[in-house]
RNA sequence: GUCGCGGUAGCUCAACUGGAUAGAGCACCGGCCUUCUAAGCCGGGGGUUACGGGUUCGAUUCCUGUCCGCGACACCA
């Protein structure tokens, strides 16, 4: 396969600069797409660049360099312009070597060799499995995976990878949570705590529990109760009622424990199980899928986290203070030491985080990527600090942070309190805005910037969504072609020089810039360039639609006309594909 | 208080290593369906890029100060 235009245009201008100025021969070469169409398809700025180094006028650079470019076939013409740019004009043939391109490769038009085929691991999602995803960890999941979807087609060797938290106090708050609605659905009546799951779900999985196994689980009230410090007034919250709701939370867990004894073990393993299924389902059915489920707990079971800390011990980075352990995290730039094990002998969150990387960094990947809420920011400094403490190169981990997606209902912010049992969820929102409306609202906005998600808007203009937009110039172009019936592979054939209207030679144009959109989305880890992308593409689409018509009388003309529609339906596709978002053939 | 993200048209947002006259959609106004899908197209109005200073050939972009909004700052996960 040729050097794309863009790629050759570079080589020419590397001529030149060696011609006229050796010495600064290293220097990197930017080809930019103008704004102004006047400007020609592609100009750089590099005299000016090299104005400061060569002592020279940035304007007399540029003379030179354009004098000493070769000849080529793909240029119609370089000419100097504003303060020193040179602006370049693609012959039109050279713009429509692209139309070709996309036709002959297919599903494959815009796969980089970026990534070498390295090993990159994406770790995204990795919600809490104590109830349903919400709006915000949707946000999450249509990034994750439209990043791995893009990484893989740049060329990159990407594994997607969900870590479950199934080690912690919240999944102990979930079971006994559903062993209270138990209790409650079998008569044994217990005050529900406000810091317990509140949601239907977890009175769903306790009704199961009750088919399955009657009233083998109840205890008595009296017994349940035991030596907890019962609850403060719900009105109160202050600081002292909190704690003392914590307390009462945690005692009613050890009764819980001591109660059941091996039962406990089936009521938190139904309870994780449960919601690990259904957020299982619900990624799925939103088109996010995962290679790796990664258990948190495994990494006590195998004695990881134990390891780890060890490992920390010896390399000198931990000491105690007031009966806790600590990782001197302040010696890799975090602004305060942090715990790794409790007072009470159990390791923090932190601490099996740390084994978490170290075991990810053993398992080979030149590259880790955690896609992150943006309320985690804070623990990045940490992180890399342990990574860095342990002797690994922690470069190689980058974390994207996601800012949450705010919700709004009747122009009032909504809950997002998965305790609360007021949010919106994933699923609802998938029912009525509709999976491909969804993935493209999450993709439009860069992740690390705050998304406003006005649920009343988003549900009733659903069908303004700019999706709607890509996906009909889609189904438009499948429209005519089938109209055309003709032979699909015969397309790659057909001589285009007969294009020569400005619109079809900028969506030629538009179709090479697909390969640098893509290059740059996969450096950035920005797929919403993409997004952005499909709807420029699309546009240039409908204008063209309405201004021409393809189906014309001339052969030569009609042929390469459908060719040029073709290689547009194609790069939708692929570009779509990498959202995660469908093309229907008609709408 | 410290840290992070942000402040661009009435609203929601773009603007590629710092580039040339800051662009779209929605909303508003006016046009286009006996011809391939009107979920479309064409045209119009709408801006001191929050504010001050700095860096330079050039700043929405980088630095700095102020103001405003959101979020984070646990021996929680």
Redesign the pocket.
Known sequence: MAKDVKSQLTSLLQQALERVAAEAGAT?I???????P???DY???LA??L??LLKKN?RDIAMQLVSAIPASVLLQKAEV???????FTLAPHAKLQAVRAVLVEGENYGRSTQGGWQKVQIEFVSA?P?GPLHVGHGRGAAYGASLANLLTFAGWDVTREYYV?D?????DILGLSTWLRYLEQCGVAIPFLPNAYQGDYVRDMAAQMRVAHGDKLVRPATQVLAGTPGLPEAERSDDEAKRQRDQHLDALIANAKALLGADWAYVHHHALSEQLADCRNDLEEFGVDFDVWFS?KALFDTGLVARCVDLLEKKGHLYV????RWFRSTTFGD??D??V????G?????A??IAYHLNKFERGFDKVINIW???????IARVNGAITALDLDASRLQVA?V??A?LYRNGQ?ASMSTRSGEFVTLRELRKEVGNDACRFFYA???S?????F?LDLAKS?S??N?V??I???H??I???L???AGDLASLAEADLGVLDNPRELAIASKLAEFR?VID?AAR?L?P??IA?YL??L??EF???????????DDPQLRDA?IALAAAVRQTLRNGLAILGVSY????
Request: aromatic share 12%; glycine share 6%; with cysteine.
């Open positions: 990197p930017y080809l930019e797409r103008p704004r102004d006047t400007h020609g100009a750089t700025n000016m660049q104005a400061k940035p312009a504003g303060a020193g740019f040179i602006n809490n104590t938290n080690a912690g106090r919240q999944m948190e203070q007031n009966g806790a602004e305060k942090r715990v094990q409790r007072e009470n159990l390791y923090t969150y932190f099996s985080d809420g943006a309320d985690h920011h804070g623990y942070l800012q949450f705010v912010k439009l906005r860069k690390d910037q705050h998304l406003d006005d203009q069908n303004e700019p709607y937009y996906q009909y110039a189904a438009r499948c429209s005519v089938n109209q055309w640098e740059n950035e920005a919403h360039l952005f709807k420029d699309a546009g409908h204008a063209w639609y309405n201004a021409e018509r393809m189906l014309v006309r229907p053939e008609s709408m």
